[in-house]
């Protein structure tokens, strides 16, 4: 059985963390009944305050960080998943409570398990990753509640992130007017490349405005939480959707309950993490329809495993545009 290089996290005496390269064996790989073959994992957001150790996401060390890969599955002992087939994994603890991702190889529970649609390469499903998963979920959440392109616009924030970059991609190929909030105006051109028709700054959103503001928009996808999502609330058109999935401006919610009780808006929370396996199978299916891959190309970059530590520190700074493909071999 051959060794392989994973990226792994251990707790240090003065309590802190620490971050190296191993080779490891098989043997050295945690509890599970399937043993995949990584070859492709990426870095999302999450994972770089794992490995900086920005916040609290590793629950038991030594850790091998990584909330996503796809690669081949080399054994199993579930009867529902052969060798030889290609997988996906988004989340369901890995990078938090099970080693994840940024490894040459994991075992891993069948059940966390996604059979990859034939259409997409396991390189492609990693530059869609975690954060085109979620954006999808968000956008299924949207439809569920009734949203279509003619209920009228759908705004996106964090748009040139991960989610908000797949976020924009999706609406606009769906055929939703797309309105992107981001901290890059730099980035403008990108994002009207991928579909957007107008770019908002996110200074606008930063402090809490009036409970109700003039309404703009029939949905969004939020990765930001905190007075982002409280202002995307009090913009948002009567019975519209909002769809939350991430704190990357902060865990509160100063909002108040003037755009329920008054505009009948709903807000929808996105679990991409222990979502339900039947969902996760739609998501994927859905992406392997809508995802255009020469747009993908343009929202991805590759990076090798060495490189990981400082991408995460980029990335927690906001100075990654889309999506960063990992190549665990490297
Ligand atoms: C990748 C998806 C997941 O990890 S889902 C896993 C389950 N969710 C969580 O665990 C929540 C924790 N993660 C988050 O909150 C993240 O925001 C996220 C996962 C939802 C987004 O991840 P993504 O991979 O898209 O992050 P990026 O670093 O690529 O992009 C972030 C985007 O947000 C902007 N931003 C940062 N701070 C703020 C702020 N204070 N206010 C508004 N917007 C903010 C950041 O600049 C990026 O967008 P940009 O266009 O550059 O403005």
Not at 90 to 119: D, I, M, Q, S, T
């Amino acid at each position: 059985m051959d060794d392989f290089q994973a990226l792994v996290i251990e707790k240090n005496e003065a309590g802190g963390q620490s971050v190296s390269f191993r080779r490891l064996g098989e043997d050295a790989l945690p509890e599970g009944n399937v043993v995949v073959r990584t070859e492709w994992s990426s870095l999302n957001y999450k994972d770089a305050l794992a490995i900086t150790g920005e916040a609290p996401i590793v629950r038991r060390f030594p850790m091998v960080p990584g909330i996503d890969l796809a690669g081949i599955v080399e054994r199993s002992d579930d009867p529902a998943i052969a060798p030889g087939e290609r997988v996906v994994l988004n989340g369901c603890g890995a990078g938090e409570e099970h080693w994840g991702g940024l490894a040459g190889k994991a075992r891993l529970r069948g059940e966390w398990l996604v059979p990859l649609p034939a259409a997409l390469s396991t390189r492609q499903a990693m530059a869609i990753g975690t954060a085109g998963y979620t954006a999808m979920l968000c956008i299924m959440a949207l439809e569920q509640a009734g949203i279509n392109p003619a209920s009228g616009p759908v705004v996106v924030s964090g748009a040139s992130g991960g989610v908000g970059s797949l976020a924009v991609m999706l609406l606009a190929k769906l055929g939703y007017e797309v309105l992107a909030i981001t901290g890059q105006p730099e980035e403008s051109q990108y994002l009207k490349a991928l579909g957007a028709t107008a770019i908002l700054h996110r200074d606008e959103f930063a402090k809490t405005g009036k409970p109700l503001e003039r309404a703009r928009w029939a949905g969004a996808v939020d990765v930001a939480g905190g007075a982002m999502l409280a202002n995307i609330c009090a913009r948002t058109m009567p019975r519209g959707v909002v769809t939350a999935c991430g704190l990357a401006a902060g865990m509160d919610f100063p909002a108040t309950v003037a755009p329920f009780i008054l505009r009948g808006i709903s807000l929808v929370g996105i679990d991409s993490v222990y979502c339900p396996r039947e969902k996760r199978m739609t998501a994927w299916a859905r992406l392997a329809e809508l995802v255009d891959r020469n747009l993908l190309e343009t929202a991805a970059r590759e990076i090798a495993l060495a490189d990981v530590p400082a991408w995460a520190q980029a990335l927690l700074k906001g100075d990654v545009r889309g999506r960063i493909v990992v190549d665990p071999r490297r």
